[in-house]
């Protein structure tokens, strides 16, 4: 995908040491290591939080719940109802 817009960071200097210091030991560009942050901090987070939520919504649905049926369910809402 090509690179197409601009963002401008400000770093103080002990940051931006590190970076160049990565970045030389990784052989990329500092360019490339912000967007490999950016990647994994937000966009990869994003995915993640979104497949743990269909993995709860599954495990919902699989549930197996006793419910009592028509009668008794209007005697526990009438009781529930006189205790308030």
Same mark, same amino acid.
């Given at each position: *995908?090509? !690179? ?7 770093? $103080?200097? #002990? /940051?931006?040491?590190?970076? $160049?210091?990565?970045? %030389?030991? /990784?052989?990329?560009? %500092?360019?490339?290591?912000? /967007?490999? @942050?950016?990647?994994?901090?937000? !966009? ?9 939520? +269909?993995? @709860? @919504?599954?495990?919902? +649905?699989? *549930?197996e719940e006793d +419910?009592? #049926?028509? #009668?008794? *369910?209007?005697? !526990?809402? @009438?009781?529930?109802? !006189?205790?308030?």
């Amino acid at each position: *995908m090509p !690179l197409t817009k601009r963002v401008m960071v400000l770093f $103080d200097a #002990d /940051r931006y040491k590190k970076l $160049d210091e990565e970045a %030389k030991q /990784r052989h990329c560009s %500092k360019g490339a290591l912000i /967007r490999e @942050a950016v990647e994994k901090g937000i !966009l990869q987070k994003g995915e993640a939080s979104k497949s743990e939520r +269909i993995e @709860a @919504a599954r495990r919902l +649905i699989s *549930m197996e719940e006793d +419910i009592p #049926d028509w #009668d008794e *369910m209007e005697k !526990l809402i @009438a009781r529930e109802h !006189l205790n308030e």
